[in-house]
């Protein structure tokens, strides 16, 4: 066998000399990547916490906010027709029972101008023509440009781009094919209700369309009604363009069908008209319970939040007694009083339903006392959550020291982050030089090797020699 050969056969006793001894060397490894396991775990634990307290901060500042203690005025409102109309209410919505009839819809105007055949020329000049539209108290001018060969199709379709493309003027228009040979254009109010009425001034253009303001009536209650080949408008009366119905038995009148003025912060949608023998509906104002129940259940579960977090790894709460504060603090939270008397406000969070529950976080325990407090006195609870000396403020003092870059995690984050670096150094650096020295012992093991084979052969043929000379009668 060659020389070659045999240290080929014993390179697997050299690999596993090399790896007897990395596994010498292994506890150093190991010591250094748990370490570094350890503190990746801290630093997850504090970047979590992190997380939830700045979920926390944020739902403080909802309580900070200008309209906080309007959200504990919230008011609903339910309609025993929802397809008949709808409501809503604001803060300063009036608790109670109203009754609504509807008994007409506010609609758009609509002018049609007469049927014109397509193919006929249209007789107008060439050169820019305007015409005014009034829509209210706004009166708006359109330009067209004819070149004076135009087909009505041809102008009717110049005349409806120069209205849609007019800035500010309230109206949509269309042509339409009302035949294959014939057609006509509708001009329809963007707005609803009598005061967005369309009127137009007199003009040589609309006059070929059929539009005339004093053919058509058209800023009269006796408007001329459009017809099968004739201009004319929808409605005759322009006062039928407005909403009519009964709240409470009093007649109103208005423009939209979207009613915000008539009740102090309700705002009314009419759907449906009812006919004239049908019953009125009811509109029901209540507070909107779950509306404040749901924002204060998103301070309590950012608070629950922040304690869950700590309570996850208590080897480092143990350590950090700052967190151990924090925790201890948020708990006491329940049981701070918060007013000197009843007079004053309510003086504890279970006055007005809220306590820990069996897994040690902060819950709406009792809905009916909550829902109580709420109607009795919305501003008192309002104050508990919201006011100078609310739980949102005294929950901000808690966590002040903890946010922000220069607060307390983030700089256990910084001191971890710059241990998690420095041992990752150390594990990359002690790695390396086992690897370092397991390749020297190696190279120094195959050179042994070496040396021991060839004297190996160099005894095997110096033996062989004295044999074959004492055989040969040499020696």
């Given amino acids: 066998m060659s020389l070659n050969s045999v240290l080929q056969t014993n390179q697997s006793q050299t690999d596993l000399l090399v790896e007897s001894y990395k596994a010498t060397q292994q506890n150093k490894i190991d010591s250094l990547t748990n370490r570094r396991t350890l503190l990746q775990s801290r630093q997850s634990f504090y970047t979590n916490l992190n997380t939830r307290i700045n979920s926390l901060s944020s739902q403080i500042d909802k309580f900070k906010a200008a309209d906080a203690i309007d959200k504990f005025f919230a ?9 008949i109309a709808t409501a809503s209410s604001k803060s300063d919505g009036t608790i109670g029972n109203n009754t609504l ?28 023509k305007t015409f005014e539209f009034t829509i209210g108290d706004v009166t708006k001018e359109v330009s067209v440009t004819f070149d004076g060969t135009e087909t009505n199709e041809q102008a009717m379709k110049k005349i409806v781009q120069a209205i849609n493309s007019a800035a500010d003027l309230d109206i949509n228009a269309a042509f339409v094919k009302d035949t294959t040979t014939t057609g006509r254009l509708s001009l329809t109010a963007k707005n609803t209700g009598s005061d967005n009425r369309i009127r137009f001034s007199e003009s040589t253009v609309l006059d070929k369309l059929g539009l005339n303001p004093t053919a ?21 009366d322009f006062s039928d363009l407005d909403a009519k119905f009964e709240l409470n038995s009093i007649n109103i009148t208005r423009g939209s069908n979207t009613v915000t003025d008539v009740l102090d912060g309700l705002t009314i949608n009419l759907l449906k008209t009812q006919e004239q023998d049908a019953s009125p509906i009811t509109l029901s104002t209540t507070v909107n319970t779950k509306s404040v129940e749901d924002f204060v259940k998103g301070l309590l579960t950012s608070i629950n939040d922040v304690m ?43 006055d007005v339903g809220i306590k820990f529950d069996n897994s040690g976080f902060l819950v709406i325990s009792d809905s009916d006392k909550f829902k109580t407090a709420l109607e009795s006195d919305p501003q008192k609870l309002a104050d508990l959550f919201s006011g100078e000396n609310g739980i949102a403020k005294r929950v901000e003092e808690l966590i002040s020291p903890f946010k922000g870059n220069s607060g307390l995690v983030s700089e256990r984050n910084k001191n971890l982050k ?13 790695e390396s030089r086992i690897e370092t020295q397991a390749n020297a012992l190696r190279r120094q093991y195959q050179s042994y090797l070496k040396l021991f084979y060839e004297a190996q052969n160099q005894n095997t043929y110096l033996s062989g020699f004295i044999t074959q000379g004492s055989e040969n009668g040499l020696f």
Avoid: M, P
Avoid at 75 to 80: E, G, H, P, Q, Y
Avoid at 219 to 236: C, I, M
Avoid at 418 to 430: C, E, P, V, Y
């Fill in 75 to 83: 008011k609903s409102v339910t309609s025993s027709d929802a397809s």
């Fill in 101 to 128: 009839k509807v008994n007409q819809l506010a609609s758009n105007d609509l002018l049609i101008t007469s049927r014109l055949n397509l193919g006929d020329n249209f007789g107008e000049d060439a050169g820019d």
């Fill in 216 to 236: 058509l009536l058209s800023d009269t209650n006796t408007r001329v009604l459009s017809t099968e080949t004739g201009a004319g408008f929808r409605r005759e």
């Fill in 308 to 350: 869950s977090s700590i309570n996850q790894n208590k080897d480092i709460r143990r350590n950090d007694s700052a967190v151990t504060g924090l925790l201890q603090n948020l708990r006491n939270v329940a049981l701070t009083k918060f007013t000197d008397s009843a007079e004053d406000g309510y003086q504890y969070l279970v």
């Fill in 418 to 430: 710059t241990q998690i670096d420095s041992t990752s150094k150390r594990l990359a650096d002690t």
